[in-house]
């Protein structure tokens, strides 16, 4: 996995730098070539002496003293995958707001490969607002973050902020590079967004949905090699390598995916559908003085349902479930009833999680009866989730059914 792929590791000025020298001796001892990058605060905890030694190369600090004019193009475009470790909180302000100040915040900028990042620093740092904002962006970029732990700090404070330990630096870039581009050369179709179903002129009958889910599985597809359609009802920024088609209704959100489905590869329905509209739409504004109008409600189509029912073979159907009591028995029955491959039930009842948050916590149940479960977590992590899941039911299907009996 690691053999071969050259990893640029940025360290930054903490405490924790001593410890890159271990995620440095790790990666080599498993084969990767790593280019170390030290920023002029990491000179004050560790000597590039140590890192030179141990790394795969002599440590480069700056944009003016190296061999090269252009050190920075030179590394971001040749790596497989740049690593910070640690993360300081101005790293990692500089990085989310796009400013180059040194070699390293010039490479993080002057990349297209994946990025882990790995903060430490003191606690109220770490939880301060303004950190966990640029953490925040970050993540929303698709840049990897690896928590830090809760522990002995410096100076002998115990807290959240600590580097993650070199193990676990190492599995999370592991991961990374596996899942690489996994999902190249298909076309993956999300849905995003609340239905908005007009009453009149000017009203709506709407829902709480934010659009933010679809927006993170349709980010991670991309950043995943795949071909993205994204059927929205939202305005949010439009991920990289995404195209967007914008609807407003249940309706118009399902003319466009029974256009899209039949070269779909991937369907991930994310989008909360209205399930009643009004039978009759008032042609101006509705006035008060017209009396309390009575708005009879006829159901919507069910797109996901009619999606099940015409489902080309190989293509791998996801719904999502928003429920409020029996979780896995209501998710279980759309998955039978609509005829999924997998579906990704949440609880939008319980604090932090679903419509118009950041993050979700959520169960998804395969056809087969496979449950895993994620703990509270950004959406991008269980875009990650969901996307891995569904590479494993592709994978799986494409089995031949006679190996298929003899892998049981
Ligand atoms: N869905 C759909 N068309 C609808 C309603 C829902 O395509 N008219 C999709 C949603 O996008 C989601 C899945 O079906 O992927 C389940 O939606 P949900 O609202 O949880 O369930 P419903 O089928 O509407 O059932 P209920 O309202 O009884 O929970």
Redo the contacts with the bound molecule.
């Keep these: 996995m690691l053999a071969g792929k050259r990893i640029v590791l940025g360290v930054t000025g903490g405490i924790a730098a001593y410890k890159a020298v271990e995620v440095s001796r790790r990666l080599v001892d498993a084969g990767a070539h790593v280019v170390p990058v030290m920023t002029a605060g990491a000179e004050h905890f560790i000597g590039r002496t140590t890192l030179s030694a141990l790394a795969s190369e002599p440590v480069q600090t700056s944009l003016w003293d190296e061999a090269s004019p252009i050190p920075h193009t030179l590394l971001g475009q040749t790596a497989d995958l740049i690593v910070v470790a640690p993360a300081t909180a101005r790293l990692l302000a500089a990085y989310a707001a796009g400013l180059s100040t040194d070699l390293l915040t010039n490479v993080l900028l002057a990349t297209r490969a994946p990025v882990v990042v790995c903060p430490a620093m003191h606690t109220e740092m770490w939880e301060h607002p303004a950190v966990q904002a640029n953490v925040a962006t970050l993540r929303s970029r698709g840049v990897h973050i690896v928590e830090p732990e809760e522990g002995r700090l410096a100076g002998g404070d115990v807290g959240a902020g600590r580097l993650a330990a070199p193990e676990r630096i190492v599995a999370a870039i592991e991961a990374v590079l596996s899942a690489g581009d996994d999902l190249a050369g298909l076309h993956v179709v999300v ?1 995003a967004g609340g239905t908005r179903e007009p009453i009149d002129a000017v009203r709506v009958i709407a829902n709480r949905s934010s659009g933010k889910q679809g927006y993170a599985v349709a980010a991670e597809a991309a950043a995943r090699g795949a071909r993205v359609t994204l059927v929205s009802t939202v305005d949010l920024p439009v991920p990289g390598g995404v195209v967007v088609r914008t609807v407003e209704t ?1 309706a118009q959100m399902q003319a466009a995916l029974t256009e899209l489905a039949p070269s779909a590869d991937v369907i991930v ?7 009643f509209r009004p039978v009759v739409v008032a042609a101006g504004k509705l006035k008060k003085d017209q009396g309390i109008p009575q708005i009879v409600l006829e ?7 009619g ?1 099940g029912a015409s489902k080309p073979a190989g293509q791998v159907l996801v ?5 409020t009591s029996d979780l896995l028995a ?1 998710a279980e029955s ?1 998955l039978q009833r ?1 005829n999924l491959d997998l579906i990704v039930a949440n609880d939008v009842a319980a604090p932090g999680v679903g419509f118009q948050h950041d993050t979700n916590a959520v169960t998804l149940v395969q056809r087969g009866g496979e449950v895993d479960t994620i703990a509270l977590t950004d959406k991008r992590s269980i875009a990650r989730a969901i996307l891995t899941i569904v590479v494993g039911i592709r994978a799986a299907s494409t089995i031949p059914n006679s190996k298929r009996s003899l892998t049981k």
């Design positions: 849905s249940a329905m994310a989008a909360a559908v209205a399930d159901p919507t189509p069910d797109i996901l349902a999606l719904g999502f479930a928003a429920e209501n759309k609509k």
